[in-house]
C-alpha cells in the first residue's frame, strides 16, 4: 500500500506562485510514476505533471514553462511548482502514484485510470 497526503495549496493571485507537497508513505519503494492531476468543478480531473523513475517529466501544454514536477526520494516527497498562476488554474490538485508494472500504451501514461493511488486532494484558487 502507499499513502499519499498533499498540502501547500492555498488561495493567491493571479501572476503569483505556490509550491504542493506531496508526502509519499509505505511501500514507495514499488513506485513506478508518479503523476499531478486538477480537476475544477464541472470538469474531467486531467493530468497536470509526470515524472516517471528516470526523472523524465512530461506536462500538459496548458502549464508548460509555468508549473515544474520534482522529486526528492530520500524524503520520498514529490513537488509541484506553480508560478505565473492564472484564474484557470483553480482547481483540486491530486497527487497520484503508479506501481502496476504492466503498460502496452505509450509512455509515460497520462490517464486517471493508469494510476492506482491516490491523495485526498489539495486546493487552489487564484483570483483576477
Known amino acids: 500500500q502507499v499513502q499519499l497526503v498533499e498540502s501547500g495549496g492555498g488561495s493567491v493571485q493571479g501572476g503569483g506562485s505556490l509550491r504542493l507537497s506531496c508526502a509519499a508513505s509505505?511501500?514507495?519503494?514499488?513506485?513506478?510514476?508518479m503523476a499531478w492531476f486538477r480537476q475544477a468543478p464541472g470538469k474531467e480531473r486531467e493530468v497536470v505533471a509526470v515524472?516517471?523513475?528516470?526523472?523524465?517529466?512530461t506536462y500538459a501544454d496548458s502549464v508548460k514553462g509555468r508549473f515544474t514536477i520534482a522529486q526528492d526520494n530520500t524524503k520520498n516527497t514529490l513537488y509541484l511548482q506553480m508560478s505565473s498562476l492564472k484564474p484557470e488554474d483553480t482547481a483540486m490538485y491530486y497527487c497520484?502514484?503508479?506501481?502496476?508494472?504492466?503498460?502496452?500504451?505509450?509512455?509515460?501514461?497520462?490517464?486517471?485510470?493508469?494510476?492506482?493511488?491516490w491523495g485526498q486532494g489539495t486546493q487552489v484558487a487564484v483570483s483576477s
Open positions: 509505505g511501500d514507495t519503494y514499488k513506485t513506478s510514476c
Open positions: 497520484a502514484a503508479r506501481t502496476w508494472t504492466k503498460y502496452s500504451g505509450g509512455w509515460p501514461p497520462l490517464r486517471r485510470t493508469l494510476y492506482n493511488y
Open positions: 515524472v516517471d523513475r528516470d526523472g523524465i517529466t
